[in-house]
């Protein structure tokens, strides 16, 4: 909720309730409690989580998690939360967490514009991560795609001054949207060198579908935004 008002209804997914493998099950069944946020209505105390105050990162729609859990193995000074809805990629991610030992992540299966408006204080989150979401490409659908002037604000409130908002696509027509919404917030400055996009940065992963998406001579569209 922002200065009293309910977030907007549209949700920051469509629910794909894949059939989860014997090992993803296990997972989920035996790692939830220690490294998985459940469901509530409470507020998360972020440092009493990961049981230290560090920089605090938030991926929204992290798929099977292996690039996510690759961050989190490389950049053990920060924390991460992965907020993602199909759950066999959290049963995967929870794999990963176990095979890797990996301290600093954590996984919530919900939905992200819920979990930022109830859940996540204000000038909580050092960074917000959105890579390739859900293009929602033909025109009538636009309406769909998470990143939208009024999610931008919840957004702003989350991230710390300072902080930044990094979102990947490979639709030129979803980067086009997101750096006009982004260009037109008062809370968020552009930090490209052009004011427009950014080469992929070292701390994220190239994914196999980005590798496939180059060999067919595909784009793909970074935008780095810091909180004012």
């Known amino acids: 909720m922002i200065e009293g008002k309910p977030l907007r209804t549209v949700r920051s ?17 035996e790692l939830w ?20 105050d560090a ?23 920060q924390d991460f939360l992965g907020v993602e809805v199909h759950r066999p990629g959290v049963g995967q991610l929870l794999k990963a967490i176990e095979q ?6 954590r996984v919530a299966c919900t939905d992200a514009v819920e979990l ?3 859940r996540i204080t204000d000038n909580a989150l050092d960074r917000v991560q959105l890579y390739f979401p ?5 025109k009538r659908h636009h309406k769909r795609r998470i990143i939208q ?12 001054s300072g902080g930044h908002l990094h979102m990947a696509t490979d639709w030129q027509d979803y980067a086009e949207q997101m750096l006009e919404d982004l260009s037109n917030s008062d809370d968020f400055v552009n930090c490209s060198d052009t004011s427009d996009y950014i080469p992929r940065p070292d701390y994220r992963p190239l994914t196999k ?17 810091k909180r004012r």
């Open 13 to 29: 997914f469509v629910r794909r309730e894949g059939r989860l493998t014997p090992g993803q099950q296990r997972a989920i069944d």
């Open 33 to 52: 409690p220690q490294f998985a946020v459940d469901d509530a209505n409470t507020v998360i105390d972020l440092n009493q989580l990961f049981g230290r």
């Open 55 to 77: 920089p605090k990162v938030l991926e929204i729609g992290f798929g099977n998690g292996a690039s996510l859990a690759q961050m989190a193995k490389e950049q053990p000074e």
């Open 100 to 105: 890797q030992e990996l301290n600093n992540l």
């Open 116 to 118: 930022l408006g109830m």
């Open 134 to 138: 859900d293009p929602w490409h033909k």
């Open 149 to 160: 002037p009024e999610f931008v604000k919840v957004l702003a409130a989350k991230i710390k």
């Open 209 to 225: 579908f980005e590798q496939r998406g180059h060999k067919l001579g595909h784009g793909v569209w970074d935008l780095l935004f």
